[in-house]
């Protein structure tokens, strides 16, 4: 009975006691006859694109169901009363005008999806977490100032769709996203994300992740722990590199990189979105960067007294205690000092710990001379590939 321009629901359609299925999308219905109750056999009932300002509050009789679409009408609120659809499955709300999630969807026990995109959402309700049974929440196209934290509370979600073409653009994700130990499937596109929390990488069920269409610029060294990464699409962001252990990857099979400014790998390596070459890539890069460095190392520890190792602990930031504990362990060789300082540094900044940034300390503790020999050994790693 779609797309007949229905006013009301024919009578004789509700002496149809066995239906199961009642489908009167694209029509202009307000409202709904109390004669509906009686079709005890109901599970699904599609009302999308009516014109419908309240819930119709005569399927609340109907125990039986486990669908109910009501996207593209006009409402703003729920009853109290549709806390006695005790079996209700999924709930498309999408396009219509909520300004908050109302706090009567909580009340709904066995709730596995809900749709509630294209709305004017700007909060959730505290009692979310509540939803146990919920697996597959859409949130996208709202006016959520911030991403909202709410959503990481809730405990068995595994599909998260936060996409914001249509809508306020989140410029963060919190760090409690760590929580959705379940999380297959997340869709975060259409934002101005410019990072991803590193907590991320805590999503060990995590398949998809969909990020395109941000200004993401850099990813967590913590990004290659996503080991059950099948899918991802970073495509149209500012990525310039890839973090170290990308390769790592290994169940990675669909990979979307156009439009970044990719220069490590090069984006003619990337665009293909095949692993192998960027793979390759990256394990070459990553030999190299570690000859280049030890080379570097090598360089340092002959040209540095204990007096400047001593400062150079302290532009790496060293605590005092380990400083303290470094100068009398290697008290009578300074030379090993060195080495360990510069290791040590190398361990703890990670990607970061490279011939630029080394270069750049050594400066810092007034040795210009130094600073220059490993601009040499650098230009000359560049150029001959060391």
């Avoid at 006009?74 to 498309?92: A, E, F, G, T, V």
């Avoid at 939803?131 to 595994?158: H, Q, R, W, Y």
């Avoid at 380990?322 to 300082?341: C, F, G, N, Q």
Wanted: hydrophobic share 40%.
């Amino acid at each position: 009975m779609c797309s007949n321009i229905f006013k009301s629901l024919p009578l004789a359609a509700c002496s149809m006691r066995k239906m199961e299925v009642l489908a009167l999308d694209n029509n202009v219905l307000t409202s709904l006859i109390p004669e509906i109750s009686e079709m005890e056999s109901l599970h699904t009932v599609t009302l999308s694109s009516n014109s419908f300002k309240d819930f119709p509050f005569e399927l609340t009789h109907i125990r039986s169901l486990t669908t109910i679409n009501l996207s593209d009408n006009l409402l703003s609120n729920l009853p109290s009363q549709i806390r006695h659809l005790s079996n209700l499955k999924h709930l498309d709300l999408t396009k219509n005008q909520f300004t908050t999630m109302p706090e009567e969807i909580c009340k709904l026990e066995k709730l596995e999806k809900l749709a509630m995109a294209e709305n004017s959402i700007t909060k959730l309700p505290e009692d979310i977490s509540t939803m146990t049974s919920l697996t597959t929440l859409d949130l996208s196209n709202n006016n959520f100032k911030t991403f909202p934290i709410e959503v990481c509370g809730l405990p068995a979600i595994e599909v998260l769709i936060y996409k914001q073409a249509l809508g306020c653009k989140s410029t963060f994700i919190p760090d409690n996203i760590k929580d959705l130990g379940l999380l297959k499937e997340l869709y975060v596109d259409d934002n101005v994300l410019e990072t991803l929390p590193k907590t991320i990488s805590k999503l060990q069920n995590l398949i998809i992740l969909s990020c395109r269409n941000n200004n993401i610029s850099r990813l967590p060294n913590s990004f290659a722990e996503l080991q059950s990464l099948r899918c991802l699409d970073l495509e149209n962001n500012q990525l310039s590199d890839l973090p170290r252990g990308f390769d790592k990857l290994t169940n990675l099979h669909q990979l979307k990189l156009e439009m970044n400014p990719l220069t490590h790998p090069p984006s003619q390596i990337c665009d293909g979105g095949a692993m192998q070459p960027i793979s390759r890539f990256l394990m070459a890069a990553a030999a190299h960067q570690d000859a280049l460095l030890k080379k570097m190392f090598e360089c340092v520890s002959y040209n540095m007294r204990e007096r400047e190792a001593k400062e150079l602990m302290r532009v790496f930031r060293f605590s005092k205690d380990v400083t303290e504990s470094i100068e009398k362990e290697y008290k009578e060789d300074t030379r090993s000092m060195v080495l360990h300082v510069l290791k040590r540094w190398r361990k703890s900044r990670q990607k970061n710990a490279n011939a630029s940034e080394l270069i750049r300390y050594i400066g810092l503790i007034m040795m210009p001379v130094l600073a220059k020999k490993l601009r040499s050994i650098n230009l000359y790693a560049q150029s001959h590939k060391l």
